[in-house]
């Protein structure tokens, strides 16, 4: 099972500018795989956007609205993207600055589809 | 128009989804203030019927009702490109340039309505009065309230909307669909309302604030400068966040038909707006 969830998200780090990605536990904020996530402090980059995640979910029932199903913090220097997953997951992405996020979207998509 | 009536035309258009009832059920939705419904009605219909003009005007009605007065505009200008003399697209088209302050203009587009449909009494007095406040000497670019042709007044906000649209003014979705927050998640300016069109906007306020203090520490964790946006995508609506100041937030919500990238843009012109309404004079 483990090795079936970095298989899918070396998918997402082929993408041109893709630092790294992970899968993390959306309630608990936790890392629950990953590939090529040198240099990048994984733990705390899964705790934060699980928040992020969380804290838009909330604002979005409050506004009567579904959960969010994609979402991106963009930042001068580069990007973080997450896609919800069955089973309470997240997948998440941190990109370059330059990077087709379309496609960065679609292969999150497909690796959450896996998860299921 | 009943309940009942509304049943039966849906009905109607269930069986048959090429029938033009879309056009009567559509309107009636509007004037009970479905808007949301009524814009999903009217655009299923444009897409097997794009050159019909009485369509574009329909929707450009709804649009302009729920505030969307950018989208409504470019529905008049179709309806008028359909059909150059479609007095509701001249009416429409005139209201925008009135509100805008462009008299001249207003005057232009309600003189042609009233040439399409000369026993429009409303639209003729409107005329009237943007004549009046053409001629009046020195007087502000923009008619005041009173001055407004009673025909031609601005559109309501929905019900439950936030009674502070000031700040985004001119906006599309001035008055619903644009927010304006402190970093403590205290509502600045702007409204929101939900599906069933109750006010959320204080709710949604409070609930961001920690969204903003999140992404903060996460771009700085990983050394990516300054977080700029956050964009997320619900089975039915489109969210866009930025910090148009520092400690303050902007969120923008739209039907999930307006992609993200025109979401960006708006915030542009909305962060503008909230910009120079934060440095305004106390």
Known sequence: MRADIVGSLEAVTRV????????VSAEEGLVVAESSMEGIDGAAVAALMAGVVA???????????TAPAFVHLQAEGGALLAVPAPRDLLVVAVTDAEVNVGLVRLELRQAAEQLA | MSNEDIRVLTSQLAGDPSSLVFLPLGEALRRRGQLEAAEKIVVAGLTRYPELAEAHDLLARVLSDGGDLERAFDEWD?????????AGAHKGIGFLYY??????QALDHLEAALAADPGAEGVAAAVARVREALAAPAGPSGPADSTRPPLLATPAPPPGAADSPTVFAGLEGAQDGLLLLDGNGLR???GLTAPDGSAVGDAVAAHLAGVFRDASRATRLLSLGSWTSVAAETADANLFLCAPAPDS?????RDNSVPIGRLALQAERASEAARRWLERPA
């Open chain 1, 16 to 23: 041109r500018g893709v630092r790294g990605a992970m899968v």
């Open chain 2, 99 to 104: 509100v805008a302050g462009d008299l001249p």
């Open chain 2, 188 to 190: 600045l300016g702007g």
């Open chain 2, 249 to 253: 937030l902007l969120l923008l919500v």
């Open chain 1, 55 to 65: 804290r838009l979910g909330r604002a979005t029932e409050a506004a009567g609205r």
């Open chain 2, 78 to 86: 179709i309806a008028l490109r359909l059909d150059d003399r479609h």
